[in-house]
């Protein structure tokens, strides 16, 4: 495509760099500086998408981020491969480079021919509230027709089917005043906050280049020289200001908390020549002293029958295109307007070479300065008129319009014919940010718009985005907002508006389609249907009809719709209520929020010394709190059941080998230290001897189980402690809470070695075997060295703390020893072991071995309301202290209530069959629905070594129903179960506790 | 994100931070004297004001301190952090800045 509609001169773009842009599979040219807007233009083509709901055909409205139809696919590398392709690019906004592969959306078989418009025929089945209305039956409806079905025919662009391949890179940043907005009223409180050199500001602006407005504008002047002159002369004085960081194409998206404002940076996309590797994106988190909201405002539509095909636009848009990138709109323009600042793009236009009217709702006594302007310049005006339709398909072909009588009547209808249309129903300052920061807004009446009120946070608003619309006052105003003054004489603006909701017409207004909002098709009819059917406050309209939930937030259609329902219910429009803004201001790509932590960086893993091992042993892994820890180590043809099955027998007959390294570990050291200890745990601790273990049982203030373990006394005034793999965290949270708040005068410390030490478990009756040659201080026999005592010394030459406890009821040690030794020790005991029949285990092993032996896990049988005595484990509460946590709320009435549930085992009838974690208890599986659950499975597994399946529950006095029947929903129905003790497995010869 | 002035290390990101609830709730000398119901009270009830309240909160991924803060719960401002043990600031005397857009 050549570029017929492109100016012989001017404009913001470098004539001396062509490009060209795949659109549709077609050449589509232009120059560095344009948009694939400005060249679509330039080419002649208006129609740029279908549309959500109707498929109708949609044009360009706007030349910013506000555009709601001109909606692309763009493939940024395509000569990179899939994985750059994301949709719902606004025209607009998307700059063109060499290399850009861009595709229209919404419509099949292609943008011309539609099938899917069938569906604007259609739209009395797609009126408001048809989401709501249709989807309601019948169900399996859903899943076969509405979903894949309407999906498909209403939607916006087609979600990438990739990985996205782009990378992403964050930033943090801080600064004494942070200015959103890059016009005049920004650039001009940036150059005030920033003169005197002690604060340091940050200048972000969406656009390509900073100037705002300015950039559309070639007849304003500021201090006597050309407007863009003045923009040039404050962009040079920032950048040559060390405490001045300009951001260009940054978005300021979302306003949080403490000034916390996030935006993000496009980096690359801009640029053919971005090497390989350089981010696409950056996300900017900023905390700034100051915030100058300098975000300008957004021009209304008019909502007229068809206002919404292509070659209808914005007014300010159509002087942008015409002044900013060079390109005729069209040869036959007509300005609709009911705003001053239309006159403007009228002026520009007839200036440009195309033949222009004005068609105005306002009557010419209700006009300013600007009507004489047009008329100076021989342009016609029709005053006091009104646009009844457009016609025109997939380009508007002209206007019907009419002169509206004293009484409100429609006059004698005049078709104006033409190709574009300028429209312009006033304007509505973008007060997004403002309201993201929790500011509260204010209705003006004068301004006919919501304008910053009471700030919330340290926040300024400056310009047009509070309803300053005068050229003078905006640089006045923004200099003001960064802390300094300026006067400057600029070129008075044509401001003022006359509100107008809907434009006057006499058609059906029950058939007629008019525009309200553009992205989600939402006409005026859909409104006036809502607040038919009850709908008022202006948040229930906007869910019901969707007005404004399209990804452009309602820019240009907010007022419109509030305005509307204002109008119907005759009440003043704040009486409706505005609709509450939030973040992102502009959508914002999953790839820039999450930045690197993706993939392997998306959660850290953490690993153990002897991972390395494991993994190269074949064990399947599964994740545990953040750790990742071998599960099993199959065998060649072994599934999960057939590796446990003899992983755990070889532990009860020979020897097993398990990677207990993840063990939370915090050593407990000071002279009050047995003082803490006592406190903090149930058991009592003055009289454990060095070098003695007990098990420790923890609980929170409420007197429910908090996470247990095996606490050795390596010294007078030093306690190991070991938690649950998923509990460290919590347990050292929960100490250094009550020895900072509660206790400040015990002299004790807390230190964190989870990740000092390695833990090799050597479990079973050979235990001793393997280890004993590799020992030469620590005398290892039972006399010597009994069950729950904990030796400081050396295995294979490296210091050791070894215990000998046991977590399967066999004759066990724990190695702990420093990390880096961890992998070498393990390997050199697992080569020792092959004399013994040693076994690697694996987590699932170790469940099975502690729940053979009725061991609990807090966390699998615990939730948080279990009690030692629930447990069992009241034997581990000491009587005689006098406090420790959680004692005094062991005595409360529903703490010592009978009735409470009780672990227990469960034996299935049959018994290969193993019941489900989390399987629901009865009594009676034929009384009614719903049934009264007495208790649920914790833990259940099939158990090589007792033949049988078994599992543990908490049921209801289960301690007392021993022996009893019960029922067990599994996914087939019921199934019996016999109450059983919890400890379903005899140990043999010298056992833990011998 | 709040941004949250640690006593003892300055302003530091919420996400570093903790929050244990209520503050200035001490626990009973001597719990076994405690009547159920009192007892209940302290375990549960808490005041849930709307406006400025004393929270506990602790620095677990800096310093690894906990201290006190009042925080604003309809504006989220914190008006003043102070180290565990001090007595509850006067509210008036640190108010916490919120300037006007006017
Ligand atoms: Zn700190």
Redesign the interface.
């Known amino acids: 495509m050549s570029q017929p509609f492109r100016r012989p001169s001017g404009g913001r773009i470098d004539r001396s760099r062509p490009l060209a842009v795949t659109f549709n599979g077609k050449r589509l040219e232009g120059f560095a500086g344009d948009t694939v807007a400005s060249m679509l233009i330039a080419s002649g083509q208006h129609l740029a998408g279908r549309s959500f709901k109707y498929h109708r055909p949609r044009g360009i409205l706007s030349h910013g981020s506000d555009e709601p139809s001109a909606l692309l696919s763009v493939d940024w590398r395509a000569d990179r491969g899939p994985g750059y392709r994301d949709p719902n690019n606004r025209a607009s906004v998307v700059e063109a480079r060499d290399g850009l592969v861009v595709n229209t959306q919404n419509h099949w078989p292609s943008l011309e021919t539609d099938i899917g418009a069938v569906n604007d025929l259609l739209s009395p089945v797609f009126v408001a509230g048809f989401y709501y209305k249709t989807f309601m039956w019948p169900r399996k409806f859903w899943d076969r027709v509405y979903e894949p079905v309407i999906r498909k025919a209403a939607g916006l662009g087609e979600a990438p089917d990739v990985k996205d391949a782009d990378r992403y890179s964050n930033r943090h940043a801080h600064c004494d005043v942070l200015v959103v907005g890059a016009g005049p009223a920004g650039l001009a409180a940036a150059l005030a906050a920033s003169a005197d050199g002690t604060k340091r500001v940050i200048l972000a602006d969406e656009g390509s280049e900073p100037g705002g407005a300015l950039l559309n504008d070639t007849t304003a002047t500021i201090d006597g020289r050309p407007a863009k002159e003045w923009v040039a002369g404050a962009v040079a004085t920032l950048d040559a200001r060390e405490n001045v960081v300009i951001l260009p194409r940054t978005t300021a998206f979302g306003y949080y908390n403490h000034n916390h404002v996030c935006m993000v940076e496009r980096i690359s996309d801009h640029r053919a020549d971005a090497p390989e590797g350089l981010a696409r994106e950056r996300l900017w988190q900023v905390r700034a002293g100051e915030v100058v909201l300098a975000t300008g405002s957004h021009e209304r539509p008019l909502v007229f029958e068809n206002n919404d095909r292509p070659g209808i636009m914005l007014a300010e848009s159509v002087r942008a295109y015409l002044n900013r990138w060079a390109v005729l709109p069209g040869n036959e323009l007509v300005v609709v307007t009911s705003s001053a600042s239309a006159y403007r793009t009228a002026l520009d236009a007839k200036a440009a070479g195309m033949r222009v009217s004005i068609v105005d709702i306002r009557l010419e006594a209700d006009c300013g300065p600007e009507f004489a302007a047009a008329k100076d310049a021989g342009i016609t005006v029709r005053s006091g008129h009104t646009v009844i339709r457009a016609l025109g398909k997939k380009r508007v072909t002209g206007l019907v319009v009419s002169p509206i009588g004293r009484d409100g009547t429609i006059g004698e209808k005049t078709t104006l014919a033409c190709d574009c249309v300028a429209m312009s129903g006033g304007w509505t300052p973008s007060v997004h940010l403002f309201s993201q920061s929790r500011g509260k807004l204010r209705f003006d009446v004068e301004l006919d718009a919501f304008v910053p009120g009471t700030s919330a946070q340290a926040e300024r608003s400056a310009g047009a985005c509070r309803g300053v619309y005068d050229l003078t006052e905006v640089i006045a105003d923004g200099a003001k907002a960064g802390g300094g003054e300026l006067a400057p004489e600029a070129t008075a603006s044509f401001t003022g508006f006359q509100p107008v909701r809907v434009l006057p017409t006499d058609a059906d207004a029950s058939k007629v389609k008019a525009f309200v909002d553009f992205q989600n098709d939402v006409t005026a009819k859909d409104i006036r249907l809502a607040v038919r059917e009850g709908f008022e406050s202006i948040e229930h309209v906007k869910r019901y009809t969707t007005t404004g939930m399209a990804t452009d937030q309602g820019k240009t259609s907010n007022m419109n719709a509030l305005g509307l329902v204002a109008g119907i219910l005759d009440r003043p429009l704040p009486a409706v209520g505005t609709t509450t803004f939030r973040p992102p201001y502009t959508p914002v790509s999953f790839g820039a929020l999450i930045g690197p932590a993706r993939d392997e960086l998306f959660d850290p893993v953490r690993k153990t010394p002897i991972d390395p091992w494991a993994e190269a042993n074949g064990a399947v892994f599964e994740p545990v709190a953040l750790w990742r820890r071998a599960k099993y180590f199959p065998r060649v043809g072994e599934d999960m059941h057939a590796a446990v099955a003899r992983e755990t027998r070889a532990v009860r007959t020979h020897v097993g080998i398990f990677d207990a390294s993840t063990l939370g570990k915090i050593e407990v050291i000071g002279p009050d230290a047995a003082e803490f200890m006592n406190r903090i745990y149930t058991n009592a601790w003055t009289k454990l001897k060095t070098g003695g273990c007990r098990y420790g049982l923890m609980l929170r203030e409420d007197g429910f189980v908090y996470d247990d373990g095996v606490v050795a006394r390596l010294a007078e005034d030093r306690f190991h402690v070991t938690t649950t793999t998923g509990g460290a965290p919590r347990v050292m949270r929960h100490m250094e809470d009550y020895l900072q708040t509660e206790w400040p005068d015990l002299d004790v410390f807390l230190t964190s070695i989870t990740e000092q030490w390695a833990v090799i478990a050597l479990q079973g009756p050979n235990a001793r075997k393997v280890l004993d040659p590799f020992v030469t201080d620590i005398d290892l026999t039972e006399a010597a060295f009994p069950h729950m005592t904990v030796k400081t010394g050396y295995v294979c030459g490296v210091p050791c703390r070894l215990f000998r406890v046991s977590f399967t009821g066999e004759l066990g040690f724990e190695v702990n020893v420093p990390a880096d030794y961890g992998e070498a020790v393990w390997k050199t005991l697992y080569e020792e072991g092959q004399k013994h029949g040693i076994t690697p285990y694996g987590t699932e092993a170790m469940h099975v071995l502690r729940a053979e032996v009725g061991y609990v896990v807090v966390g699998q049988e615990t939730d948080g309301t279990v009690t030692p005595d629930d447990l069992g484990l009241s034997g581990l509460v000491s009587k005689v202290k006098p406090d420790f946590v959680g004692k005094r709320s062991l005595t409360r009435p529903d703490m010592i209530a009978a009735g409470r549930r009780q672990l227990v085992g469960l034996l299935t009838k049959t018994p290969d069959e193993v019941l489900d974690e989390g399987a629901q208890v009865v009594d009676d599986p034929a009384q009614p629905i719903p049934m009264k659950m007495i208790g649920h499975v914790t833990s259940s597994y099939a158990s090589s070594n007792c033949g049988r399946s078994i599992a543990m529950a908490m049921i209801d006095a289960g301690r007392e129903r021993i022996g009893e029947t019960v029922f067990v929903t599994t996914p087939a129905g019921f199934t019996e179960a016999v109450i059983s003790n919890a400890v379903f497995y005899d140990v043999k010869g010298e056992t833990a506790d011998a | 994100?709040?941004?949250i002035d640690c006593p003892y290390c300055g302003k530091r990101p919420e996400v570093e931070f903790?929050c244990?609830g209520e503050a200035h709730i001490a626990?009973?000398e001597?719990?076994?004297a405690?009547g159920?119901a009192d007892?209940?009270s302290f375990?549960y009830y808490r005041t849930n004001p709307k406006g400025v309240q004393a929270e506990?909160w602790?620095h677990?991924h800096g310093c690894?301190?906990?201290f006190n803060a009042l925080r604003d719960t309809v504006?989220?401002?914190f008006v003043a952090t102070y180290e565990?043990?001090k007595p509850r600031p006067d509210r008036d005397a640190a108010t916490a800045?919120?300037?006007?857009?006017a």
């Not at chain 2, 800045?97 to 857009?101: E, G, H, I, L, R």
């Open positions: 994100m709040l941004l903790h244990g626990r009973p001597t719990p076994t405690v159920d007892w209940g375990l506990r602790l677990g690894g301190r906990w504006s989220d401002a565990m043990g800045s919120t300037p006007s857009n």
